[in-house]
């Protein structure tokens, strides 16, 4: 994620400029090739990663289909907004 549309009181980023998302390369997540390169984590990075939203997937999907990824032993992420949680 790039950007942040969330006027916290303290914060210059919405200013900067607004939310977008990072475009996912082709079957990015389903290549077991990350694997056999020896990757175990993977982190994801943004402002607000947790109001990710690419065509029909949302951050709940990417982190489902991560998941998915067998030999992945972490996936982490970080910068989230409450506001954007989900059940």
């Excluded at 694997?35 to 709940?60: A, D, H, M, P, W």
Aim: overall charge positive.
């Amino acid at each position: 994620m790039e950007g942040c549309n969330n006027f916290c009181s303290y914060c210059i980023v919405p200013y900067v400029g607004a939310e977008k998302p990072a475009v996912p390369r082709r079957n990015f997540w389903t290549k077991p090739r990350l694997i056999l390169q020896g990757v175990k984590e993977i982190t994801l990075l943004g402002q607000n990663v947790n109001s990710y939203t690419y065509g029909n997937t949302r951050f709940s999907g990417l982190l489902k289909s991560m998941n998915e990824l067998e030999g992945l032993q972490r996936i982490r992420f970080t910068t989230s907004h409450r506001k954007d949680l989900s059940p």
